[in-house]
């Protein structure tokens, strides 16, 4: 991650870009499971998106369409409270071996 | 009734990128809590886990006004915050109309701890603020040390379990209760798995005119050392358990908002959790008897004071 240097930072510590902590790529601690979302099974009831940690869950117009890797650390969260019996988000190995500490 | 449905359609007060552990329960808290209100909102925020774990300079992950303060004074920042803006309101710099709502939030550390005098003066005041404390019972942030919310029995840092000590001696603070003692309009405790519960507490708190105070059950993997992914069923094992009552005091009228259908023994609570794994050696028996004998005590109390 490219740090700003002194020049660029505003005095005393104030941060005028809010939000920018979206920069930071929580998925990138990710490791050992992740959460694969099952369209069809999905009921939309929004207790993945409600219960997400991370704000990784993606929601298109009034739906959920599916996981931001960018962001999703996987806890499991998402898939021990997905109501359905036929669940529509399950845990999965991950299969790549993801880089140490964030990107930009 | 709120649906989730168009809560996610509201836009996010804080956002992803924060440096929380995996599986925390913090931002859930918060997610809901931050779309209680649609009026501006003006935050003041406690050292602790929320506020390191969000602001790592030079990135932030709030999309509004957010002062960090030490952690014994959140109250009194957000209590000036608030005085600023009536006076400002009588002066017609702010049009009378405009309504801001003011949040202090702190950790149990700094709430139940460093931060109470602060929190008993502002609230004592009468500044229309809402306070929140996330009570996750340990110092998270800086690596598990006791808190006056810490059960009795937790091994924490500085209450480590061992040959001459069954983690934590004393019983926690109820600081919910301490609250209610200061007479103000509202005060209630809130867990994020009944979400609508703590929706429509956090509500109730931005709309109350003077002072309200939420003290809301927070979930800490790290710290609990439990199976993160079982986080939510484990806050309902708590309210099942009546470890933590859901209950809120209107103008100093009980209500009490979650009755378990059937009261589970704390024994549930406690087993889920690496931090009272010592509990079940043998010498260690009569804390669990007296925890459970507490927390009896408590939600007998509790009953008693909601005239049920």
Do not use: C
């Given at each position: 991650m490219k740090k700003e240097t002194w020049k660029e930072l505003t005095i005393g510590t104030i941060n005028l870009d809010a939000g920018n902590s979206v920069k930071n790529l929580t998925g990138t601690w990710r490791s050992g499971k992740k959460p694969q979302f099952i369209q069809d099974k999905c009921i939309q009831c929004f207790f993945c998106w409600l219960y997400c940690p991370h704000s990784a869950i993606l929601v298109e117009g009034d739906e959920v369409k599916g996981i931001n890797y960018d962001y999703c650390t996987g806890c499991g969260i998402c898939s021990v409270e997905c109501?359905?019996?036929?669940?529509a988000i399950i845990m999965v190995k991950e299969e790549v071996k993801l880089a140490e500490g964030g990107a930009e | 009734m709120a649906k989730l449905k168009d809560l996610a359609a509201m836009e996010d007060r804080l956002v992803a990128g924060h440096g929380m552990c995996i599986g925390c329960g913090i931002p859930i808290i918060f997610r809901i809590v931050l779309r209680a209100t649609e009026d501006p909102l003006i935050i003041a925020n406690a050292t602790g886990c929320l506020e390191v774990c969000t602001t790592i300079f030079p990135r932030t992950s709030w999309n509004i006004t957010w002062v960090h303060s030490a952690f014994e004074n959140a109250a009194a920042t957000i209590a000036g915050v608030e005085s600023m803006y009536q006076a400002l309101k009588k002066k017609g710099r702010?049009?009378?109309?405009?309504k801001i709502r003011f949040l202090g939030i702190g950790g149990d550390g700094g709430t139940y701890d460093i931060g109470l005098q602060a929190l008993s003066g502002a609230v004592e005041r009468g500044h229309d603020i809402v306070y929140i404390c996330y009570d996750n019972n340990v110092y998270a942030n800086t690596g598990g040390q006791r808190s006056s919310a810490t059960p009795l029995g937790a091994s924490a840092t500085t209450s480590p379990e061992g040959k001459e000590s069954p983690g934590k001696l004393q019983r926690r603070k109820d600081l919910t209760k301490i609250l209610v003692a200061h007479n103000i309009p509202y005060v209630a405790q809130a867990s994020p798995n009944r979400w609508q519960d703590l929706y429509k507490k956090a509500q109730k708190a931005f709309e109350t005119e003077g002072p309200a105070f939420l003290n809301i059950l927070c979930l800490c993997p790290t710290e609990w050392k439990y199976d993160e992914s079982q986080g939510i069923r484990l806050a309902q094992t708590a309210i099942d358990s009546c470890v933590w009552p859901l209950y809120e005091v209107e103008n100093g009228k009980y209500k009490i908002n979650y009755l378990p259908k059937e009261k589970k023994p704390v024994l549930e609570w406690i087993k889920a959790q690496g931090r009272f794994r010592h509990l079940f050696k043998e010498e260690n028996a009569w804390v669990l008897e007296e925890f459970q004998k507490q927390v009896d005590e408590d939600w007998e109390e509790l009953h008693k004071l909601a005239n049920l």
């Open positions: 109501p359905p019996k036929e669940k | 702010i049009p009378e109309d405009k």
